[in-house]
């Protein structure tokens, strides 16, 4: 795949995923992959979704087996069929600020600073991560009269710097 192609995906990636939270108030658990579907001499860019099921989000076990067990196998399937050239998580978190000299032992000891949303994307290009605020401002009634969170989403400055450092189980994915 070429820089631009993927850089024209990863726009559009963001732009809809950012979009899908803003309507429905919240986003699914996935994993997103950028690639070509290898189809004898064509190569069709691609974007997979791959939506997370609960059993492997809501627990710690479950988030490890889904890194350890299930995604080398996802990724052995998927690198059968594509040329994966990145992929992205996306997650609402609550975020927690420590002073950066501070040793934390226990995450959960430190407070609850805001809601955000995460994107992290790693791929043959680079890495990017952006953190949003969301800002949250109440159940409305839609056109259809069904009823929606809508939210505002703040773009956290300085975010791009510290693309690379994000630690957990989901960064380093695409280099496994």
């Known amino acids: 795949m070429k820089k631009e192609d993927f850089k024209l995906m990863k726009k559009e990636y963001l732009h809809s995923l950012k979009e899908y939270l803003l309507e429905e108030g919240g986003i699914f658990p996935h994993l997103t992959f950028f690639g070509e579907k290898l189809d004898g001499t064509d190569r ?63 995450y959960t000891s430190i407070p609850i600073k805001e809601e955000v949303l995460i994107i992290n994307i790693e791929s043959d290009f680079g890495n990017d991560l952006e953190i949003y605020k969301i800002k949250r401002k109440g159940l409305q009634v839609t056109q259809d009269g069904d009823m929606s969170d809508k939210i505002q989403l703040i773009k956290k400055q300085g975010t791009s710097a510290m693309t690379g450092t994000m630690k957990g189980r989901f960064s380093g994915l695409f280099q496994k």
Do not use: Y
Request: negative net charge.
């Open 44 to 106: 069709a860019p691609s974007v997979i979704n791959v939506p997370l099921p609960d059993e492997f989000i809501n627990t710690e076990e479950g988030k490890d087996k889904f890194v350890n067990v299930v995604f080398p196998q996802l990724s052995k399937t998927l690198n059968a069929s594509f040329n994966i050239s990145g992929m992205a998580w996306a997650s609402e978190a609550w975020m927690r600020v420590a002073n950066k000299d501070e040793e934390v032992k226990d």
